[in-house]
Antibody
Framework: QVQLVESGGGLVKPGGSLRLSCAAS????????MSWIRQAPGKGLEWVSY????????YYADSVKGRFTISRDNAKNSLYLQMNSLRAEDTAVYYC??????????????WGQGTMVTVSS | SYELTQPPSVSVSPGQTASITCSGD??????ACWYQQKPGQSPVLVIY???KRPSGIPERFSGSNSGNTATLTISGTQAMDEADYYC?????????FGTGTKVTVL
């Protein structure tokens, strides 16, 4: 079945780094844009970044620009988020999501279960 | 930056209709979609392109978008519909989520 599984979350000190991964299965990964979306504890959803199907187009939310890097490996059906210079306000559950922008829908139709990132000293 | 505003909470009796609004500048010129999120679970897409339902989403969920407001309507609300709901819009480079609405089925 269509599935996204995130990994790589954990506890990190302010200023530290973490790399999240998202393994896709059940669909042709290389056909789809992909996004990272986060949700701070008890708060709403915040889009973080998206990457086009080929990896040639990338955008970031202003809150993470210059600190986070999104990438993908279509041969491995995997999406990544490299997070540097982490701050307390980056503490959140991070979801990867299948992004239907390429089909003109602009919606996230498949979500992973999320991975928790905690930034604290 | 673009913002989408939703009421913090909506209460509805079982079997009645719940309407959740999402307001943003010229939102009607963009596509809006809606997500349902139950406690401890990942969001689920319930409406895309203003009014379309993904496969598996019950017909009681419907959507509209015009002017500055998109609306999610739940007809014949059931206890299982109690959840947080988020609207979302997109443009050429960015995505924006609404502030979220907690729907309580009394």
């Amino acid at each position: 079945q269509v599935q996204l599984v995130e990994s790589g979350g954990g506890l990190v000190k302010p200023g530290g780094s973490l790399r999240l991964s998202c393994a896709a299965s059940g669909f042709t990964f290389s056909d789809y844009y992909m996004s990272w979306i986060r949700q701070a504890p008890g708060k709403g959803l915040e889009w973080v970044s998206y990457i086009s199907s080929s990896g040639s187009t990338i955008y970031y939310a202003d809150s993470v620009k210059g600190r986070f890097t999104i990438s993908r490996d279509n041969a491995k059906n995997s999406l990544y988020l490299q997070m540097n210079s982490l701050r307390a306000e980056d503490t959140a559950v991070y979801y990867c999501a299948r992004d239907t922008r390429g089909a003109g829908m602009g919606a996230f139709d498949i979500w992973g279960q999320g991975t928790m990132v905690t930034v604290s000293s | 930056s673009y913002e989408l505003t939703q009421p913090p909470s909506v209460s509805v009796s079982p079997g009645q209709t719940a309407s959740i609004t999402c307001s943003g500048d010229k939102l009607g010129d963009k596509y809006a979609c809606w997500y349902q999120q139950k406690p401890g679970q990942s969001p689920v897409l319930v409406i895309y392109q203003d009014s379309k339902r993904p496969s598996g989403i019950p017909e009681r969920f419907s959507g509209s978008n015009s002017g500055n407001t998109a609306t999610l309507t739940i007809s014949g609300t059931q206890a299982m519909d109690e959840a947080d709901y988020y609207c979302q819009a997109w443009d050429s480079s960015l995505y924006v989520f609404g502030t979220g609405t907690k729907v309580t089925v009394l």
